[in-house]
């Protein structure tokens, strides 16, 4: 959409979505924002896609993700279609989208070469029917494509105004390293967020491995499955109910599926049930699902959540966990901590005094 195109919905700065820096950079994001996996243009096409993109602009949030690979592109063709018939104002948006696995299977059509990079983002571009995305993604690492081609061509894209920004997704973090190394000695701008998964079930990688790179290079993370696809919201604690994720993908999610009902699935739906009855206590007085979100959020390394949502009342209960953020004090968190017992143990101080984010010891 154009700059001089009619705006017909406004955002509406008076709702109560905070807004936080996406890493190093002076990009404001919302704490919840909406992405399409699975969902918009997928198993949601048409006008109900519509439905959801207003109810959750209407409710603060203004960022929307995607992936080139999202439904065979048609994930960000839908997004593209509801933002202009909606008449949303583009600089009121932040859009992601992210390259990787392409919508073909052509021998250039997927990973990170230059060429997927030049030509996936003038495709999505053309999809989405946008000038620019806000932040593109790498979805995730090419283990065949040198890295300075890769940082080389994101900058590329930033340089022709197709992006403002890029991020990684999903890769480890001496790869995040090597990035902000080439990028470095050339001169050229390095990666800013991580998009990982990070929930109560799925904590070793955001909360220790990429410990460092917080520190060393101001990443954040815009998190993605934050209610692990749904087993979160403790919709799966007694079977797979019809017309859910795991119902409707189920071949996608055969392992997990088939999990439930070994002990490491068994143990996950402990823990669900255990943090249900918690959360419902007075002390927090909430759903899991709530819960289960406001917990990602309060990590001081998130930089947004990003909600997966199938229809708009789950976009509208799923907002009700910004009321619960503030509940979850530090001894809150050490409960839910105890009931999870999968805290990853802090990085190694051979003794010295751990220092906080701010670079400063306990008093
Ligand atoms: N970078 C990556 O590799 C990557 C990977 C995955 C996702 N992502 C991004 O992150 C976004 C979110 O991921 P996700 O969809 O996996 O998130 P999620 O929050 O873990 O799962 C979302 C699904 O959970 C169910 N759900 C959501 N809210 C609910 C509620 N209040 N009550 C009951 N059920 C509820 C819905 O499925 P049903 O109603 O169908 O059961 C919904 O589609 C994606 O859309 C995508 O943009 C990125």
Sequence with gaps: MS???????EYNPKNKMPFRRLGPSGLRVPVFSLGGWLTIGGTVIG???KDIIKTAFDNGINMFDVAESYAEGKSESELGRVIKELGLRRTDLVITTKLFWGT????NDAGLSRKHIVEG???SLQRLQMDYVDVIFAHRSDKDVPMEEVVRAFNFVIDQGWAFYWGTSEW???EIEEAHHVATRLGLIGPIAEQCQHNMLNRERPEKEYAPIYKKYQTSTT???ALSSGLLTG???DGIPEGTRYANHASFFKSTIKSLSEQDGKDKIRKVQELTKYAASPEIGCTMTHLALA???INPNTSTVILGASNPEQVLDNLKALDVIPKLTPEVLAKIDKILGNKPEALQTYGRPALDKYGRSAL
């Design 104 to 107: 073909r299977k052509g021998p």
């Design 121 to 123: 983002t003038k495709e």
């Design 3 to 9: 700059a001089n195109e009619e705006v017909k919905l």
């Design 235 to 237: 919709k799966y604690n």
């Design 295 to 297: 917990w990602v959020a």
């Design 223 to 225: 998190v993605f499955s």
């Design 172 to 174: 480890s973090a001496r």
């Design 47 to 49: 006008d109900p896609v």
